[in-house]
């Protein structure tokens, strides 16, 4: 079954340094999002991507935050300069937009952020 | 603004009984999707059954089913027989009308199995 995949699992990086979360959707899907869920807290909404550019971004989403799908398979989540709150974990998800279950969003299985 | 309310942050019910999970949410929208994930403690999120506001059945997908009452606005998850790997956290989640939105999850329930 296919499925959303995220590199790496878990990144440790040091305050003020830049990390780069991949992602590969699920291969025909055409909706992409990135969320985050600090420690003990709900998921948040971060961005949302459809046709080469952003849907929508929340107010998370600040300019410290982009998005690019440099290819036909990665969608990948940079943030340049990391803060000490932007430890969490961060999801990708993906979804068709097409048939009965075009609506459902798929997650990857989230990429756990340290920064120290 | 779309909203979501989970009342019950942990839950503890023993195996094979059956168990609901509360969701009630708040939209102005006229169309509008419900989702409920698993988040079991390795964190990854998985996506358990979707009710869309304009269908006229209750979701179901094997043990899970989805008790959709529009007039109440509630969307509670219904799971028959639980089981150990049932332990877990749930979210409730909606989407709005437009169909690239977002969702917007509750906050979650922590159910707990008991043997």
């Known amino acids: 079954e296919p499925e959303v995949t995220q590199t790496p699992s878990h990144q440790v990086t040091q305050m003020g340094q830049e990390v780069i979360l991949r992602c590969v959707p699920i291969s025909n899907h055409l909706y992409f999002y990135w969320y985050r869920q600090i420690l003990g807290q709900k998921v948040e909404f971060l961005v949302s991507f459809y046709n080469n550019e952003i849907s929508e971004k929340s107010e998370i989403f600040d300019d410290q935050f982009s998005v690019e799908r440099p290819d036909g398979s990665n969608f990948t989540l940079k943030i340049r300069s990391t803060k000490l709150e932007d430890s969490a974990m961060y999801f990708c998800?993906?979804?068709?937009?097409?048939?009965?279950?075009?609506?459902?969003?798929?997650f990857g299985p989230g990429t756990r952020l340290t920064v120290l | 603004a779309q909203k979501i309310t989970q009342t019950q942050p942990g839950m503890f019910v023993q195996e094979k009984e059956a168990v609901t999970l509360d969701c009630t949410y708040d939209t102005s929208d006229p169309s509008y999707g419900l989702f409920w994930y698993k988040q079991p403690s390795s964190g990854e999120m998985i996506f358990l059954i979707y009710?869309?506001?304009?269908?006229?059945q209750n979701a179901t997908e094997g043990r899970y089913s989805l008790n959709f009452q529009k007039a109440r606005k509630s969307a509670n998850l219904v799971i028959s027989a639980s089981q150990l790997g049932d332990s877990a956290m749930y979210f409730c989640?909606?989407?709005?009308?437009?169909?690239?939105?977002?969702?917007?999850f509750g906050k979650g329930t922590r159910l707990h199995i008991l043997p």
């Open positions: 009710q869309g506001s304009y269908d006229q």
């Open positions: 998800a993906s979804r068709s937009g097409q048939g009965s279950l075009g609506d459902t969003q798929y």
């Open positions: 989640a909606m989407r709005g009308v437009n169909r690239d939105d977002k969702i917007i």
